[in-house]
C-alpha cells in the first residue's frame, strides 16, 4: 500500500497521467538513489497555464502552475517507483518563472511547489531551491520546475 | 579500443579540440560516478554561433549550435576518462537558449543535442532534460549546455 | 580546529550569520556524500545588491555581489556540517545574473565567486560551473548562485 498516495488523495488531490515528454528526453533517470526529473510544465490535458507573470497571469494563477507541476512530477516518480513511499527526499528543485524584467516575486510562485511538497511528504518534502525568471519558456508555459530526489535502494 | 568513439566516427561526426573554459573554472568535476559537466558553448576554433534566436539566429542553427556543444562535451569526456566507453549514462541535461521574451520553442533547438546524444551514444544517451530561455548568454552565445553524467567505476 | 576558516580569516574575511531562506525551503539538503545549496543571494543584514547588471550595478560591484553569496553559503555549510575542513570538493556552481538581453560578461561577474572559492579552498574549490542571464531574479538580487558539494564522510 502506498501511504503517501492514500494521504495525498485524502488531502483531495490526484495524481495526473504520466505526461508525454515534449521532445527527444525521457521524464526521468535514475543513478544510484539519486532519481532526476526533467523540467515539468503546467500541462494536464485541456488545463494548461501559458503566458507570462504578471501580466499574463498572476501570482495565484502562477502558484496553481507551480502545483500542477509538482503532482504531474509525483506521477512521474509514481510512475518510474511503483509507490511516492519510496521517496526518501526531495534534494533539490529549480523553478523557472516565465517573468517580465521586473517581476521579483518569484519566490511567492515557486513556494506554490515547495508548500505542496511539504503538504504531500512531510519533512522528506523539504528541499534546497534556486527560483529565478526565465526570458521564455517552452510553449509559453508559466512555470517550469525541476527535480532531484533521493530514492530508498 | 573505445568503440563509442569509433561510432561517433562511424557517423561522420570529430571530436573537437577539449575546449578551454572561458573563465576561473574547470571543465568537469567528478564526484563518485557522477561526472558534473561545465556550461559548454558553441566554439570551436572560427566557427562560433552567436546571437538571439530567433532574430539573429534561426532554429536550425541553433540546433547545430547545441550539436557542437553535445561534440565539445564529448571531447571533455574523453579527455577526463579517456574513452567514451565509459559513459554509462547521460543523467541530466540543462539547455539554456537565448532567447526573446516571445520565443517558445527551445524544445526544438536543444532536440539538437538530445538527438545527437541518443545517435552516438544509444540508450546510454536517454537523459532527464530541462530547456529554457535565458535573457542574455556569455559572449552572446546562441546556445548553452550543461550535463550530468554517470561513468563506469 | 577548523583550518579553512582560519585560512579564510587570515584572508581578512569573515562568515556572516547564516542567512533565513527567504521562502518555504530550507539552505541545504544533504544526500549521501553531496550537499545540496539552495540559491543564495547577496544579502548581508543591510548590506544587499539589488538591480540589473550593468545598467544598475556595475560588473565590478556584481563581482562583489557573488564574493557575498559565496561567504553566505559557506556559512551554510559551517552551520550544517560544523567545519569547513569538511568540504571535499566544490563539484558544481550555477551563476545567475540579472541581466539586460545585450549583457554578455556573465563570466566576469561570476569569476568573483570562482575566484574567492579557489582562494579560500585551493584546490578544493575548483568547479564545474555554469552561468548564464535571468531575465529576473527574486527580490531584484543582481546575481544568484547555488552549488553541489562533494562533502567528507
Chains 1, 2, 3 share one sequence.
Not at 85 to 93: H, M, S, T
Amino acid at each position: 500500500m502506498d501511504q503517501t498516495l492514500a494521504h495525498l488523495q485524502s488531502l483531495g488531490l490526484t495524481l495526473p497521467e504520466v505526461p508525454a515528454p515534449v521532445a527527444a528526453y525521457v521524464n526521468c533517470v535514475r543513478s544510484g538513489n539519486l532519481l532526476y526529473l526533467s523540467g515539468g510544465l503546467p500541462m494536464d490535458g485541456d488545463n494548461r497555464i501559458f503566458g507570462k507573470i504578471p501580466s499574463d497571469v498572476s501570482i495565484e494563477r502562477g502558484q496553481e502552475a507551480s502545483r500542477m507541476i509538482i503532482l504531474n512530477r509525483l506521477a512521474v516518480i509514481h510512475g518510474e517507483l511503483g509507490s511516492l513511499d519510496k521517496i526518501k527526499q526531495v534534494v533539490a528543485l529549480n523553478g523557472f518563472v516565465n517573468s517580465e524584467p521586473d517581476f521579483y516575486e518569484h519566490p511567492a510562485v515557486i513556494n506554490g511547489a515547495s508548500e505542496l511538497l511539504i503538504k504531500i511528504l512531510g519533512d522528506r518534502g523539504k528541499h534546497s531551491r534556486t527560483a529565478l525568471g526565465a526570458a521564455s519558456l517552452p510553449l509559453n508555459v508559466a512555470v517550469e520546475i525541476n527535480l532531484v530526489v533521493e530514492v530508498e535502494d
